[in-house]
């Protein structure tokens, strides 16, 4: 069994404050600062550019990847760290595309996070008037899975309600029709037990920074099936990509597998920050995991709708419908989570009237999520919300 007490120690969180918002941005863990200052003085500030060799810091990005793919359900060898989740989305989808040239429609849903809706529009405005990105409702997806489809392209847990698309469902939907699929696992990885090669999936990326807690802007992953890697071409030919970069040679040449989806060179502070995060990881079970996240949010559902009628869950209320977070609508969410963090609970906003909380056993109590719940619904009950500082909209929500 998961020993939750020993990972909660792991962290540096603050005191007094219960953080319901590791599914936005992680909290610090212990060891990431003593890992990072070593990286610094030891190996770049002593070692200079021989760091490359002495410090293994080329080799970082697969090493890495392999531990964050351990997490996914990946083979070795099928993940590599680098660049954006965005970067990885539009590398992700325009390789798909490839793979499919008589395809010409992209099709996600509405409840995708909108970045990726975005890379995804640009991608098909680069490529020309017939291709196309295609959005409906998440509940219809599959049934709008036809022959016209080249990719298919899914948030796994849907950023606003939680709600979990099923993955080996939809996959085996897609490839039944002749289309291939790119998972965005940001709010999967690290949250839920993920099989990325059980569900037979094409591609997948994901970012770090969240449950993986790598620190703000830490590097994303991509994975790409291994019965794809060699075929795959990566649309943005980077440099490392190259079957030798340091060959310097002007034509391009795809490195092996999935180290042709390297494009520019690793941020080496942010992946050492990331692979002492990862070492949280190394005595828990994901079975565990998901069954204490679900009764942690369970709890939290049943006291916030037992003192706070005002609130309406926006999340599916079948826990295995839900990824690890819970969400709340109304129409003054963005005040009520100024509020709540005002009084030491932080969870986030999303527009128009999300208050979103998420669910992370690692650091996470029962005694957490009561005591949130309790503030939440004195908050409500005595409309501190309804003060003008927490009406003043801030750059991040």
């Given at each position: 069994?998961?020993?939750?007490?020993?990972?909660?120690?792991?962290?540096?969180?603050?005191?007094?404050?219960?953080?319901?918002?590791?599914?936005?941005?992680?909290?610090?863990?212990?060891?990431?600062?003593?890992?990072?200052?070593?990286?610094?003085?030891?190996?770049?500030?002593?070692?200079?550019?021989?760091?490359?060799?002495?410090?293994?810091?080329?080799?970082?990005?697969?090493?890495?990847?392999?531990?964050?793919?351990?997490?996914?359900?990946?083979?070795?060898?099928?993940?590599?760290?680098?660049?954006?989740?965005?970067?990885?989305?539009?590398?992700?989808?325009?390789?798909?595309?490839?793979?499919?040239?008589?395809?010409?429609?992209?099709?996600?849903?509405?409840?995708?996070?909108?970045s990726d809706l975005y890379m995804a529009d640009g991608l098909c405005r680069t490529l020309g008037p017939d291709y196309q990105?295609?959005?409906?409702?998440?509940?219809?997806?599959?049934?709008?899975?036809?022959?016209?489809?080249?990719?298919?392209?899914?948030?796994?847990?849907?950023?606003?309600?939680?709600?979990?698309?099923?993955?080996?469902?939809?996959?085996?939907?897609?490839?039944?029709?002749?289309?291939?699929?790119?998972?965005?696992?940001?709010?999967?990885?690290?949250?839920?037990?993920?099989?990325?090669?059980?569900?037979?999936?094409?591609?997948?990326?994901?970012?770090?920074?969240?449950?993986?807690?790598?620190?703000?802007?830490?590097?994303?992953?991509?994975?790409?099936?291994?019965?794809?890697?060699?075929?795959?071409?990566?649309?943005?030919?980077?440099?490392?990509?190259?079957?030798?970069?340091?060959?310097?040679?002007?034509?391009?040449?795809?490195?092996?597998?999935?180290?042709?989806?390297?494009?520019?060179?690793?941020?080496?502070?942010?992946?050492?920050?990331?692979?002492?995060?990862?070492?949280?990881?190394?005595?828990?079970?994901?079975?565990?995991?998901?069954?204490?996240?679900?009764?942690?949010?369970?709890?939290?559902?049943?006291?916030?709708?037992?003192?706070?009628?005002?609130?309406?869950?926006?999340?599916?209320?079948?826990?295995?419908?839900?990824?690890?977070?819970?969400?709340?609508?109304?129409?003054?969410?963005?005040?009520?989570?100024?509020?709540?963090?005002?009084?030491?609970?932080?969870?986030?906003?999303?527009?128009?009237?999300?208050?979103?909380?998420?669910?992370?056993?690692?650091?996470?109590?029962?005694?957490?999520?009561?005591?949130?719940?309790?503030?939440?619904?004195?908050?409500?009950?005595?409309?501190?919300?309804?003060?003008?500082?927490?009406?003043?909209?801030?750059?991040?929500?």
């Open positions: 069994m998961t020993d939750f007490n020993a990972t909660r120690a792991m962290f540096t969180l603050p005191e007094g404050v219960i953080y319901l918002d590791g599914n936005s941005l992680g909290p610090l863990p212990r060891a990431v600062p003593a890992r990072v200052e070593q990286t610094i003085r030891a190996e770049w500030g002593e070692m200079l550019i021989t760091g490359w060799n002495k410090a293994g810091w080329m080799d970082l990005p697969a090493r890495v990847g392999d531990r964050v793919g351990r997490l996914i359900g990946a083979a070795p060898g099928a993940v590599v760290m680098g660049d954006t989740l965005s970067i990885k989305v539009y590398q992700a989808l325009a390789s798909a595309l490839e793979l499919r040239p008589d395809r010409r429609v992209i099709l996600s849903d509405t409840g995708n996070f909108p990105l295609r959005t409906v409702s998440p509940k219809a997806v599959e049934d709008a899975i036809d022959d016209s489809v080249a990719v298919l392209m899914i948030t796994e847990v849907d950023y606003r309600t939680g709600r979990k698309h099923d993955m080996a469902r939809l996959i085996a939907r897609a490839h039944q029709a002749g289309a291939l699929v790119v998972w965005d696992l940001a709010h999967s990885a690290g949250a839920i037990p993920v099989d990325v090669s059980g569900a037979d999936t094409d591609f997948a990326v994901g970012c770090s920074y969240k449950y993986l807690n790598s620190g703000p802007g830490g590097p994303a992953f991509i994975y790409v099936a291994p019965r794809l890697a060699d075929k795959v071409r990566p649309a943005l030919s980077g440099w490392l990509g190259h079957e030798a970069p340091f060959a310097f040679d002007l034509d391009y040449r795809p490195g092996a597998g999935i180290d042709r989806m390297r494009v520019g060179t690793p941020s080496i502070l942010q992946l050492a920050a990331l692979d002492a995060a990862l070492d949280v990881w190394d005595d828990v079970d994901m079975g565990d995991l998901r069954a204490r996240s679900l009764e942690l949010q369970d709890s939290f559902i049943a006291h916030v709708e037992a003192g706070c009628p005002d609130l309406a869950l926006a999340s599916p209320r079948e826990g295995a419908q839900r990824g690890s977070q819970v969400s709340f609508r109304h129409k003054h969410g963005y005040a009520i989570i100024q509020a709540l963090i005002a009084d030491g609970v932080i969870g986030d906003f999303r527009a128009p009237d999300i208050l979103r909380f998420g669910f992370t056993p690692l650091y996470l109590s029962q005694e957490d999520v009561a005591l949130a719940a309790e503030k939440l619904c004195a908050i409500m009950a005595e409309r501190r919300w309804d003060r003008p500082e927490f009406h003043h909209r801030a750059k991040v929500t």
